[in-house]
Nanobody, 123 residues
């Protein structure tokens, strides 16, 4: 299987920026799509962004479009989520996930998950 390890989450003030990283190991990273999801307290996990295996296609939730950017470096087996203009409602645990068949926007499409990294945005 694949092992995914997220990093970069921390507390930041509203309007600030963070870059999350997700390091993958165990499978051919460059052959599968990657996604970021988040789960806020007392809420369901929701889709944030996804990127195809080549990086040529990206998808975003409406709530983050224009503020977040997903990217990947296949040479480093790493996917990133650059988060700008952060808002308190972005507070959540952020998870990266691997989709062996594409770059889906639903959690059930993903095969492997990391443990998550917490992001707190203070107002």
């Amino acid at each position: 299987g694949a092992t995914l390890v997220e990093s970069g989450g921390e507390m930041v003030q509203a309007g600030g920026s963070l870059r999350l990283s997700c390091a993958a190991s165990g499978r051919t990273f460059s052959s599968y799509g990657m996604g970021w999801f988040r789960q806020a307290p007392r809420k369901e996990r929701e889709f944030v962004a996804a990127i195809s295996w080549s990086g040529g296609s990206t998808y975003y939730a409406d709530s983050v479009k224009g503020r977040f950017t997903i990217s990947r470096d296949n040479a480093k087996n790493t996917v990133y989520l650059q988060m700008n203009s952060l808002k308190p409602e972005d507070t959540a645990v952020y998870y990266c996930a691997a989709d062996l068949t594409g770059a889906g926007t639903h959690s059930y499409e993903y095969d492997y998950w990391g443990q998550g990294t917490p992001v707190t945005v203070s107002s």
